[in-house]
Structure formats: C-alpha cells, structure tokens
C-alpha cells in the first residue's frame, strides 16, 4: 500500500522560506522509474504543479517558479523535501505530494497523492 | 509554457445524464493529456492517463479521447459520486493543469 503524508509549518511570514517534507511508504525512490512531485491549490483555485524528482536526482520545476524553489530527496528516509522562498501571501495554498505513475511508458501521471497540508502566509 | 484551457467551467447535470468537459491545450501535446476528480477537501485521483486510457479501478462510465490539441471527458450515465470538480493536466513539457470544471447536480 502507497502512502504519502505533507508536513511542515501551516503559517510562515512574507519573506520567508517554506520546508515542506513529504514522507511516504508502499515504494523507493531508489526504484527506477519512481517520481515525487509537487503540487499546490491556493482556497478556491485550481492545482498548479511546482516540481518533481526522479529516482535518479532529475529535477524538474515549474518555468515560473523555478528561481523559488529547491526540491530534494533523502532516499534513506523514503523522504522529499521541497523548498520555496521568499513566501508572499498569494502563496497561501494547500501543498500536495504525489508519486508519479506512466514513468516507463513516457505518458507521466500524478498517481497516488498525499493529503495536502494547508500553508498560510500572513504577518 | 503550455496553457491549459477547459470548458466549461462549471456545468450542472442530473443523474443518469451524459456530460463532456473539454480541454484545450495552447499547443500540440500529442496524448500527454491526463484527468483528474477531486471532491472537496480531498486530494485529486486520477482518472483518465495519455489522454484515452482508463486507470485501473476507474468505472466504465469514464472515457477519454483526444489528441494535439483538443480533448475531451466523457461521462456516461452521471452517478451520484460523480459531482466534483474535473481537471485536466498536461505532461508534454513540465505538468500544467486547466483551470478545472465544477460539476454539480442539477
């Protein structure tokens, strides 16, 4: 069974950097093909996706992000982590990991998905 | 960057209704088209995967078809679990999402 968990601060100040983690079980990403990504849904809003990493250290960002955000992974602790800094208000989202699926037949899909954890930015 | 475009936006139905939701991309993504449903306070749950496959453990009822630029989900015979909101993702160049279409029931 595949289960992800976000966790991390549900309020940070402007201008802040945000450490998300995002623990998980059911699967290594020290598999070949496994992924770890990120989304985020601001109240109301649609999902936007941030960033991603393979098992084998690729990263991806999203274009309009990317200057923000750092994502890593402790393959040891079946842990990622994703950073984002210089936190704005408009960044007050809920926070999603999922795992990716459709690696080997190149058609990628965000698969099995963790709970969110709602990030409020505010002073 | 890709822009996703769906429509409509919002859409009321009934029970037993067939529904098509719409999704555009700004260019040619080939089938790199997914969907997903999400239900309110829930994470999303992929439904639909290279634009026509249906995942494992997803009802029948759901279809999907597409290609380039222009998709579509399909909604045979509208259950009552089916009333959320849909979205559309793309996995051409990074992963971007439509801006979604809220279901609700008529």
């Known amino acids: 069974q595949i289960t992800l968990k976000e966790s991390g601060p549900t309020l940070v100040k402007p201008t802040q950097t945000l450490t998300l983690t995002c623990s998980f079980s059911?699967?290594?990403?020290?598999?070949?093909?496994?992924?770890v990504g990120w989304i985020r849904q601001p109240p109301g809003k649609a999902l936007e996706w941030l960033a991603l990493?393979?098992?084998?250290?690729?990263?991806r960002y999203s274009p309009s992000l990317k200057s923000r955000l750092t994502i890593t992974k402790d393959t040891s602790k079946n842990q990622v982590v994703l950073t984002m800094t210089n936190m704005d208000p408009v960044d007050t989202a809920t926070y999603f990991c999922?795992?990716?699926?459709?690696?080997?037949?190149?058609?990628?899909?965000?698969?099995?998905w963790g709970q969110g954890t709602l990030v409020t930015v505010s002073t | 960057d890709i822009q996703m475009t769906q429509s409509p936006s919002s859409l009321s139905a009934s029970v037993g209704d067939r529904v098509t939701i719409t999704c555009r991309a700004s260019?040619?993504?080939?089938?790199?088209l997914n969907w997903y449903q999400q239900k309110p306070g829930k994470a999303p749950k992929v439904l639909i995967f290279s634009a026509s496959s249906l995942k494992s453990g997803v009802p029948s009822r759901f279809s999907g078809s597409g290609s380039g630029t222009d998709f579509t989900l399909t909604i045979n015979s509208l259950q009552p679990e089916d009333f959320a909101t849909y979205y559309c993702?793309?996995?051409?160049?990074?992963?971007?999402f439509g801006q979604g279409t809220k279901l609700d029931i008529k």
């Open positions: 260019q040619s993504i080939g089938i790199y």
């Open positions: 059911g699967f290594s990403l020290s598999t070949s093909g496994v992924g």
């Open positions: 990493i393979y098992w084998d250290d690729d990263k």
């Open positions: 993702q793309q996995s051409y160049t990074g992963h971007t």
């Open positions: 999922a795992q990716i699926g459709g690696f080997w037949s190149n058609y990628v899909y965000f698969d099995s």
